[in-house]
Nanobody, 120 residues
Framework: QVQLVESGGGLVQAGGSLRLSCAAS????????MGWYRQAPGKLRELVAT???????NYADAVKGRFTISRDNAKNTVYLQMNSLKPEDTAVYYC??????????????WGQGTQVTVSS
């Protein structure tokens, strides 16, 4: 079994910062892509940022220059540093990872989601 556990969400004022973390655990052989998505009320889930194992990060236009994704491969953890937060960043943020388990099965996994609320 593989699990993604997120932490770090909360309530912050506009212009503030938050850091999200997502740790993968379980029967992991390797992790390819890790990333973050978000879903605001009444909207579809959208990509925020992704980071392959050995390549550059990819960001949604709405967060470029404000958010930074990073990985600690030794800890199977991905982070999202969010600066200059805006009310429109309010959403549930989901961690996502493409993981090959130790029985060599590849699947896409999602975290349980963490709420980020930005007040104006």
């Amino acid at each position: 079994q593989v699990q993604l556990v997120e932490s770090g969400g909360g309530l912050v004022q506009a212009g503030g910062s938050l850091r999200l973390s997502c740790a993968a655990s379980g029967s992991i052989f390797s992790i390819n892509l890790m990333g973050w998505y978000r879903q605001a009320p009444g909207k579809l889930r959208e990509l925020v940022a992704t980071m392959p194992s050995f390549a550059s990060a990819n960001y949604a236009d709405a967060v470029k220059g404000r958010f930074t994704i990073s990985r600690d491969n030794a800890k199977n953890t991905v982070y999202l540093q969010m600066n200059s937060l805006k009310p429109e960043d309010t959403a549930v943020y989901y961690c996502n990872a493409q993981i090959m388990s130790q029985d060599y099965r590849a699947n896409v996994y999602w975290g349980q989601g963490t709420q980020v609320t930005v007040s104006s």
